[in-house]
């Protein structure tokens, strides 16, 4: 069982930053997959920045390359979401979630199995 708790969300103008952490319970650097997804009002929830293990490989989606970052911290076991350049777009409940991997890591939110409780971002034009 691995727990996951969210941090630094807010709000922000646009054209702001945020960096949202991602404490988990247990160790993840080797054996999980981290991801942040996001889910805005209406809309289903989608996959922003992923990092595999042992600081892998990552993957971030079309929307948000160049302007978010993923990181993490394996002697604290925090996964970091660096958010720069944000858009009124971005304004979501963001979430941090794990799953089991190894080299490669899913995309879809249905091959998480371990889900934050979420924080929420907002940012205003």
């Known amino acids: 069982q691995v727990q996951l708790v969210e941090s630094g969300g807010g709000s922000v103008q646009a054209g702001g930053s945020l960096r949202l952490s991602c404490a988990a319970s247990?160790?993840?650097?080797?054996?999980?997959?981290m991801a942040w997804f996001r889910q805005a009002p209406g809309k289903e929830r989608e996959m922003v920045a992923l990092?595999?293990?042992?600081?892998?490989?990552?993957y971030s989606a079309g929307s948000v390359k160049g302007r978010f970052t993923i990181s993490q911290d394996n002697a604290k076991n925090t996964v970091y979401l660096q958010m720069n350049s944000l858009k009124p777009e971005d304004t979501a409940i963001y979430y941090c979630?794990?799953?089991?991997?190894?080299?490669?890591?899913?995309?879809?939110?249905?091959?998480?199995?371990?889900w934050g409780q979420g924080t929420q971002v907002t940012v205003s034009s």
């Open positions: 979630a794990a799953t089991s991997g190894s080299v490669v890591c899913p995309v879809p939110a249905s091959a998480y199995k371990y």
């Open positions: 247990t160790y993840i650097y080797v054996t999980y997959c």
């Open positions: 990092v595999a293990p042992r600081g892998g490989r990552t």
